[in-house]
């Protein structure tokens, strides 16, 4: 069964506003990644959160995990166009190998 | 630039014909992965290697066969694919478990 599930599946915000997205897991995990793709391309990490920590800061991006409730969330603030792609949450389950949510997709319009 | 190339970048086969998609990284990476994006699907892991040994293999088709000969080359070799096979196939390496470093996929369309 699928382990990660992003939602919403789809965001719309202006430029300059902040975006949430959230992520929903089932078993226990040893960390937790965000990924971005651009349309058609590879992904990119943006930041990492291990299980004993609460959350975590990277420029614009702020990271947090709810281990008790398994979920997790992704902050961009001040939203600018070049945000605009697919957010993805990977999962670590102790040694199994990642696997990905189905993904948000942002779009910042300007 | 990730450290991680993939090539051919796009690739248009028939379904009676051999190809291979190639994975290279220079980052060090002790393992690396082979995943399929289709068209609003999660995306799908197909095989890990880790210090070139498989240890993973999600119930891929025969169709698709993986060679790694070194913790640096990774290969997909493609023979007789359906049209369901169309997708992004992204390569990625990684140390150990930590994050993932893709390259830029290789987008294969299946006539």
């Known amino acids: 069964s699928q382990q990660g599930e992003e939602d919403p599946q789809a965001l719309s915000i202006q430029e300059g506003e902040n975006a949430t997205m959230n992520c929903s897991y089932k078993?226990?995990?040893?960390?937790l990644q965000w990924y971005r793709q651009n349309s058609g391309r590879g992904l990119v990490h943006l930041i990492l959160?291990?299980?004993?920590?609460r959350e975590k800061h990277s420029g614009r991006l702020r990271v947090t995990l709810d281990t008790s409730k398994k979920s997790s969330s992704l902050l961009i603030t001040a939203s600018r166009a070049a945000d605009t792609a697919s957010y993805f949450c990977?999962?670590?389950?102790?040694?199994?190998?990642?696997?990905f949510g189905p993904g948000t997709r942002l779009s910042v319009l300007p | 630039e990730t450290g991680v190339t993939q090539t051919p970048r796009h690739l248009v086969m028939g379904m009676t014909n051999k190809k291979s998609l190639k994975c290279e990284q220079h980052?060090?990476?002790?393992?690396m992965y082979w995943y399929k994006q289709s068209a609003k699907k999660p995306l799908e892991l197909m095989f890990v290697?880790?210090?070139?040994?498989?240890?993973e293999n999600n119930s891929v088709p025969s169709r698709f066969s993986p060679e790694c000969p070194n913790s640096s080359h990774l290969f997909l070799h493609l023979h007789t694919l359906q049209p369901e096979d169309s997708a992004l196939y992204l390569c990625?390496?990684?140390?150990?478990?930590?994050?993932?470093?893709f390259g830029p996929g290789t987008r294969l369309t299946v006539l």
């Open positions: 990625a390496s990684s140390q150990a478990l930590n994050e993932q470093f």
């Open positions: 078993t226990s995990i040893n960390n």
């Open positions: 959160i291990r299980s004993n920590e």
């Open positions: 990977a999962t670590d389950n102790y040694g199994q190998n990642f696997v």
């Open positions: 980052l060090g990476h002790n393992a």
């Open positions: 290697y880790n210090f070139k040994e498989q240890t």
